[in-house]
């Protein structure tokens, strides 16, 4: 089986060209080849397949356990150079190569428009995308809390309080503000949170560090993944949740592990446009056993 790898800010995903290859066994491939030290290695697994619907391929992403995910802002973005460079997808249009080239791709959580940018010496370096509207109400992060917006609301784990506010971007996701990122026990305290009964469907969980207005500090503990250099709809997450709690402006520079991502929420009833590197690294074969 062939692949490519690709990342962006560090978020690593295995790709798999599902229009000319079938994979049987998708949750069970995901959990061996993203292994780093028996597999390639990688956040998870994404399959690149022909859409269902008004789109110009649908993704199917596989976290590190085998879960089945709905979405992934780096790894959407990904996703759209992978198209575009393994012929799926159209790349400019003769008329109008001073603009980005597009890819509509279907994911669980929607349909996502993703921007593609070239560098100078012409390679996809950058990408941005619609990451849809954040849903805010208790019922839809799903957290089982009566309310309709969860601001700045307490959860007690592991014998002290955290002050959280949820968010959806496709996926659950709750922020939690800190005074410093650099040595909080995210890795003891993180699946804590994402196992917590409140979250019928588990839950990314992401501490933030403000740095100013338009600049802040991310760290994440990823839903079926754990630690992660990156989290594209957790940024976009964040970007929601700073407006909410008036800690940031609707325009932010989030720094990671992984890189710089940028995030913005125009309005309240918009999108949030995310913005971010994205790399191939390399590619290989897979043995089909």
């Known amino acids: 089986m062939r692949f490519t790898k690709l990342h962006g800010a560090g978020n690593d995903y295995i790709y798999v060209n599902a229009f000319e290859q079938q994979v049987l066994d ?7 080849i993203s292994d780093r030290h028996f597999g390639v290695g990688a956040d998870g697994l994404i399959l690149v397949l022909p859409p269902r619907k008004d789109a110009d391929v649908r993704m199917q992403m596989f976290n590190v ?12 973005r990904c996703l759209g150079k992978f198209a575009v460079e393994q012929g799926l997808v159209k790349g400019h249009d003769e008329t109008s190569r001073d603009k980005p080239e597009v890819v509509r791709v279907e994911t669980a959580a929607g349909l996502r428009e993703v921007q593609l940018f070239r560098d100078a010496s012409g390679v996809i370096a950058r990408g941005k995308v619609s990451m849809g509207r954040p849903r805010l109400g208790a019922m839809e992060i799903p957290l089982l809390l009566d309310g309709s917006r969860v601001v700045d609301v307490p959860l007690t784990v ?5 002050w959280m506010t949820c968010v959806n971007m496709g996926n659950p996701h709750a922020v939690f503000y800190v005074d410093e990122v650099a040595g909080w026990p995210l890795e003891v305290v993180g699946p804590k949170i994402e196992n917590h009964k409140l979250f019928p469907e588990r839950v990314n969980v992401h501490i933030v560090e403000v740095v100013s207005l338009e600049e802040v500090r991310v760290r994440t503990w990823e839903r079926g993944c754990g630690l992660t250099l990156a989290c594209g709809t957790g940024v976009s997450a964040v970007c929601v949740a700073g407006v909410l709690t008036g800690r940031s402006a609707r325009r932010i520079v989030a720094h990671v592990p992984g890189g710089d991502i940028e995030a913005e929420w125009p309005e309240d009833h918009a999108p949030v446009m995310l913005t971010g ?13």
């Open 26 to 32: 998708p949750a069970g491939l995901a959990v061996r």
């Open 65 to 76: 356990d085998g879960s089945e995910a709905e979405m992934c802002g780096n790894g959407v």
């Open 158 to 162: 592991g014998g002290q309080t955290l």
């Open 277 to 289: 590197p994205i790399q191939q690294v390399f590619t290989g074969e897979w043995p089909d056993s």
